[in-house]
Structures are given as C-alpha cells and as structure tokens.
C-alpha cells in the first residue's frame, strides 16, 4: 500500500478523478465559465467574453502544472525528505473535490500555479541577499502581472515578500527590487496605452463585497475551508518536532510552507465571499503536510 501511495499509480489514479471531475463539470454547466467577472487592479474580464473551452483547458493545465511543479520542487529542494508523489495526488484529489463546490472554474487553481513556479524562484536564493535582486525583481513583477487582472493575486505579495525573508535573500536593494516589480507591469500597461492609470484603476472594496455576500450558498465553501484549515494545522503540528530537528536550510523551506498555509486563511477570512480562491492554495500546503507524515511514519 505503501508503495502505490508514494509511487506513479496513486499520482496517475488522482490525475484522472480531477479530469474526469473537470470535464464531468464542463458537461453539466456547459464549459465551466468563470463564477464571476475577473475584477483586477486595471483589467475586467467579462465572463462571456472569454471561449467556451478556456476554463476547463485552464483548470487541467493549472492543476496539471503545479502537481509537476510540485514534484520537481521536492526533487530539487528535499524539503520532505523522501522520494514521493503522494502530495501532488493529494493536492489533485484535494482540489477535485472542491471544484464540486461551485461547478465553475476557479482562478484560484491559476494563483496556485504561479505560486508553486515562485517557489523555485524563492528557494533556489537561499542565502543569496547579495545577488538575489534580479530573482526578487522577477518574482514581484509576476505577482503585479496576474494583480492586473484579477485582484485575488495580492495576496501572493505578503507570501512572496516573507519568502525571500524566511530564505535570507532579502535586503534593502532586494526590497527596491521588490517595489520596481511589482510596478513595472502597470506602467507598461499605462505606457503602452492599454490603461489609463486615473479611470482604469479598480481597487477591491472590501465592504461592498461583505455586504453583497450570499450567506446561503457561502455556508457549505467556509465549512470545508475550516475543516481543511483544522486539519492543516494538526497535521502540521504532528510534523513539527520532525521537521526541527532538520538541517537549516530544509527548516525554512518546510516553514515558508507553513507561512503560505497561514496568509491563505487570512486571505480567506477576509474576503470570504470569494473563500474558494484562496483554497487550492491552502490544498497544496495540506498536501504536502500529510506526505510529510505519512513518509515520516515509513521511516
């Protein structure tokens, strides 16, 4: 059991309930469209503006992409300690089951993506405060990019920011860096004349989306999202005293995971009418805490 847990088959059984779940979904909604109109900082994105055929395609290739990137992650950083893909076919079963939430696509899957690709960018500069400013200026301009168009991925800038702290990459240039990113993709924008930075600009008011919540139908999304919150918390304390007695270096790469699990639940508590959002994120750092246990309880 073992074996086919941590091996290809367990990886390959989960890949195909979640295409099965997407395209099933795709079937009975008539494409999955997205649930709402992407609001982001300068762009709108209407909801049927885009192609039938573009949310499933983008669910598959997001979820797809960030269980490979979650496994090269593990390959390259050793942050489990142990060869396994258990956590990308959790993570896959995870977000499977709560596609059947909203039946719609969720753009949170997207976010999940472009964070696992930052992890690489984040890790890979341990240590590295003297010569880590190109990768901080890269990462933050990915974040402001995917600000434009839809406002969720800022909550990706805390994680990103406290990632290159919690590696020891960031300093005051790194910081400088940090904030040309994050501003380069709007004055592109403005500059090529695709925004106008005065009547274009659309920040996310908090209270008109309090108050425009559906409670009727956010009741059953907060209930998994506090279960899933429950579990990650005690699965990770289980694995705490484990994890410090690992070297340096695996410690702050398994505690960034942790940081990432925590932001998700405050972006989640915060602007919970869009709860779903915020939770592949959370799937994936549950995923990972319950390979983490269940490769330390093989040993």
């Known amino acids: 059991m073992d074996e086919f847990l941590n091996g290809k088959g367990f990886l390959i059984t989960a890949g195909a309930m979640a295409l099965a779940v997407i395209i099933a979904l795709a079937g009975a909604t008539g494409a999955a469209a997205p649930y709402e109109t992407w609001q982001g900082l300068f762009f709108t994105i209407e909801a049927q503006s885009l192609p039938s055929w573009l949310p499933p395609v983008l669910s598959i290739l997001s979820l797809g992409g960030t269980a490979a990137l979650l496994i090269l992650l593990n390959r390259r950083f050793n942050f489990i300690r142990a060869v396994t893909f258990m956590f990308a076919a959790v993570y896959l079963l995870l977000c499977a089951a709560s596609l059947w939430l909203q039946s719609e696509f969720n753009i949170g899957v997207v976010l999940t993506l472009v964070l696992s690709a930052l992890m690489f960018i984040i890790f890979r500069e341990y240590q590295n405060s003297e010569h880590a400013q190109r990768s901080i200026f890269m990462a933050f301009a990915v974040v402001g990019l995917c600000g434009l168009f839809h406002y969720a991925a800022l909550f990706l800038i805390p994680i990103v920011f406290i990632g290159f702290v919690q590696v020891q990459a960031m ?112 799937n994936m750092c549950l995923a990972i805490q319950i390979a983490h246990r269940a490769t330390l309880n093989r040993r």
């Open 171 to 282: 300093s005051v240039k790194g910081a400088v860096a940090a904030l040309l990113g994050l501003t380069t993709p709007v004055w592109l924008a403005v500059g090529l004349g695709f925004v106008n930075p005065i009547y274009s600009f659309n920040a996310p008011d908090l209270k008109i989306l309090w108050h425009s919540a559906d409670f009727a139908h956010l009741q059953l999304p907060i209930i998994v999202a506090a279960i899933t919150a429950l579990v990650t918390i005690v699965v990770t304390t289980l694995n705490l005293m484990t994890v410090l007695n690992y070297r340096l270096q695996t410690r702050m790469y398994n505690a960034f995971i942790v940081i990432v699990a925590m932001i998700a639940v405050i972006a989640m508590a915060v602007d919970f009418t869009h709860i779903l959002t915020y939770l592949p994120t959370l």
